[in-house]
């Protein structure tokens, strides 16, 4: 791996596909989960918080309090343009000609739930790496709905630094790009 010198790294030093983020719009059906409702995060507002990264595309993810409804997520993705997709939660019920419609505006996956996994950054990064290249891929999870600390312009510098070059290309975008079928 290709080492990068801190003093020379920028948010802008790599194309980046944000394949974790969420949009928050009160415009659209909202359902509080164990009372939790999150704030506004607006597609303008996160294109203005990403504007010092070189943002080529990303994956708008569903949250639990956006329950199954799709019209936000259309709408995100109409307003955010043909690099973005999305990732949401579809009840059993869903028709197959549904998911074709969904897949056909930009829709990629099927949400089913995640965990939290504790550990040293650095040193995950590098073994997940190592292990598979191909399957790393970064997101800054904003607004940080639920994290325990919400995500820092740092953590980019962190992974770019840690992995070098090569592989921070990698993990910022040509990762998610052939995963979520985004043309580069």
Same mark, same amino acid.
């Given at each position: 791996?290709?080492?990068?010198?801190?003093?020379?790294?920028?948010?802008?030093?790599?194309?980046?596909?944000?394949?974790?983020?969420?949009?928050?719009?009160?415009?659209?059906?909202?359902?509080?989960?164990?009372?939790?409702?999150?704030?506004?995060?607006?597609?303008?507002?996160?294109?203005?918080?990403?504007?010092?990264?070189?943002?080529?595309?990303?994956?708008?993810?569903?949250?639990?309090? #956006?329950?199954?409804?799709?019209?936000?997520?259309?709408?995100?993705?109409?307003?955010?343009?043909?690099?973005?997709?999305?990732?949401?939660?579809?009840?059993?019920?869903?028709?197959? #000609?549904?998911?074709?419609?969904?897949?056909?505006?930009?829709?990629?996956?099927?949400?089913?739930?995640?965990?939290?996994?504790?550990?040293?950054?650095?040193?995950?990064?590098?073994?997940?790496?190592?292990?598979?290249?191909?399957?790393?891929?970064?997101?800054?999870?904003?607004?940080?709905?639920?994290?325990?600390?919400?995500?820092?312009?740092?953590?980019?510098?962190?992974?770019?630094?840690?992995?070098?070059?090569?592989?921070?290309?990698?993990?910022?975008?040509?990762?998610?790009?052939?995963?979520?079928?985004?043309?580069?």
């Amino acid at each position: 791996m290709s080492k990068i010198n801190p003093e020379q790294l920028r948010y802008d030093s790599f194309p980046l596909f944000d394949s974790h983020f969420h949009i928050i719009d009160h415009r659209f059906p909202l359902t509080p989960n164990n009372g939790y409702l999150p704030d506004d995060l607006v597609c303008a507002e996160y294109r203005a918080r990403m504007a010092p990264y070189d943002l080529r595309g990303g994956a708008v993810v569903s949250g639990s309090f #956006q329950a199954f409804d799709q019209s936000y997520l259309l709408d995100a993705l109409h307003t955010l343009g043909p690099l973005f997709v999305g990732v949401t939660q579809l009840p059993s019920t869903v028709s197959d #000609q549904e998911i074709l419609d969904l897949d056909s505006a930009g829709v990629r996956v099927k949400v089913t739930g995640f965990g939290r996994v504790d550990f040293d950054v650095p040193t995950a990064l590098r073994e997940l790496y190592a292990a598979n290249p191909g399957a790393l891929m970064f997101g800054t999870d904003l607004p940080s709905t639920r994290a325990a600390r919400p995500y820092r312009d740092g953590d980019f510098l962190l992974v770019a630094e840690t992995l070098g070059d090569d592989a921070a290309r990698a993990v910022f975008f040509d990762n998610a790009a052939e995963f979520y079928r985004v043309a580069r």
